[in-house]
C-alpha cells in the first residue's frame, strides 16, 4: 500500500533507479525512548488501571497516544524519500501526516553532486549528507542521513551525466 502511494508520483513508463531515504539508524534514538515510554506504562498497567477511573484514563489515552505517534514517526520517514528515475529526480518531502512537498528535477538541469559525512557516527555507520545543486541557484535538494552517501552521490552523477542512460 505504501509504495503505491509513492509510485504513483511516477509517470507512466518511467523507471526507478533507487530509492533513498533516511538511514534507519538514525531514528534508533527516537524509536528506542518511544518504546520504553510505551513498556513503561505497560509495566505500571496493574497499578494505573487499580487505581480508578482518572488513572485508567490516563493508562489508555497515554497507550494509544504513544502507539499513534510511533505509527505517525514511521509513516514520515517511510514516505520522505528521493527518487531517482531513468528521468529525473523526483524529491517528496514529508513534513507531517497531511503536508508534502514534491520536487521534480530534470537530469538536464542537474549542474554538481556533493556528499558530506561528518563526525565519528557518520564515519563508523556510513552515513551522511548528499547535496544536489542545479543551475538555478534557487534550488538544490538536500537528502541528509543516507545511507552510504558515496554510492547515491555516484548514481545520481551517472544520471545527470548521461540522461539516456
Known amino acids: 500500500m505504501f509504495s503505491r502511494i509513492l509510485l504513483n508520483q511516477l509517470k507512466p513508463g518511467e523507471q526507478v533507479i533507487i530509492v533513498v531515504r533516511e538511514y534507519l539508524i538514525t531514528k534508533l534514538g ?17 497499578s494505573l488501571l487499580s487505581g480508578g477511573f482518572a488513572t485508567s484514563i490516563v493508562f489508555i489515552v497515554g497507550l494509544f497516544g504513544i502507539a499513534l505517534y510511533i505509527f505517525r514517526t514511521f509513516m514520515i520517514w517511510y514516505l520522505d524519500v528521493m527518487i531517482v528515475s531513468h528521468q529525473r529526480l523526483l524529491d517528496i518531502d514529508q513534513r507531517g501526516m497531511f503536508n508534502k512537498t514534491v520536487q521534480e528535477i530534470q ?14 557516527f557518520q564515519s563508523v555507520f556510513n552515513y551522511g549528507t548528499v547535496i544536489v545543486k542545479t543551475n538555478n541557484a534557487d534550488i538544490s535538494v538536500e537528502l541528509h542521513h543516507v545511507y552510504n552517501p558515496k554510492r547515491i552521490r555516484d548514481i545520481i552523477s551517472e544520471y545527470a551525466q548521461n540522461p539516456e542512460t
Do not use: C
Not at 538541469?109 to 556528499?115: A, G, M, N, R, T
Open 107 to 120: 537530469w538536464k538541469v542537474v549542474e554538481d553532486v556533493v556528499y558530506q559525512q561528518r563526525g565519528v
Open 30 to 46: 527516537v524509536f528506542t525512548i518511544l518504546a520504553a515510554v510505551y513498556f513503561g506504562l505497560l509495566f505500571f498497567m496493574y
